[in-house]
């Protein structure tokens, strides 16, 4: 694996540093407030995870050493040509999950990579299909577990996703908020 290089996490999310530690790599996490995450709103939907995270490694770029490698994300939860973000209520988490509810929808993290020298950026999908939420069910859902920092509403490592998800095509660690394994393989590549 890639020991030239400090490894610095740019996010505040604990999923991601807990994805990220289970590479076994030493990293330190390094946060910068009001990063802008806005987006063009003519951007395809496939397209906006990765370009706010790009937008998010422009944000550091003139502070990082030679010898660090800044990683970025950011994860949108897609349902047709609707992005669902973080829900502002428990109204709108009630609404994000009526949506899935009963059917497939994309879970894209955008990932930026970058030393002082080269950069990555990348995006990974997964699909993942739910079945049919009762009201109940997704009421117990935000009532327990208040998932209004989590794209679409949901955790698929909580309780929603154990009787939630029926299947799954891709990476379940994208969907967590990190595609780990396609960021070790980056890593190898990086000189």
Do not use: C
């Not at 009630?94 to 990579?113: C, D, F, K, N, P």
Request: hydrophobic fraction near 40%; charged fraction near 25%; charge should be negative.
């Amino acid at each position: 694996m890639n020991g030239r290089y400090k490894i610095v996490l740019a996010s505040n999310s604990p999923r991601r540093r807990e994805l990220l530690a289970g590479l076994g790599l030493p990293f330190e996490v390094r946060v910068m407030a009001d990063i802008d995450e806005s987006y063009p709103a003519d951007l395809p939907v496939g397209e906006v995870a990765r370009y706010i995270s790009g937008k998010k490694a422009d944000a550091y770029r003139g502070s990082l050493a030679d010898d660090e490698l800044l990683i970025t994300a950011d994860t949108v939860v897609i349902v047709g040509d609707e992005i669902l973000g973080k829900p502002v209520d428990e109204a709108d988490a009630t609404r994000m999950l009526r949506l899935i509810s009963g059917r497939t929808h994309q879970v894209t993290t955008g990932v930026a990579m970058l030393t002082t020298t080269q950069e990555r950026r990348f995006a990974v999908t997964t699909d993942v299909t739910f079945r049919p939420l009762t009201d109940d069910e997704i009421h117990y859902y935000i009532s327990r577990y208040k998932p209004f920092d989590k794209a679409g509403a949901y955790g698929i490592q909580e309780w929603i996703g154990y009787v939630g998800v029926t299947s799954l095509r891709g990476s379940y660690y994208n969907v967590m908020g990190l595609p780990v394994q396609r960021i070790y393989e980056t890593l190898q590549q990086i000189e």
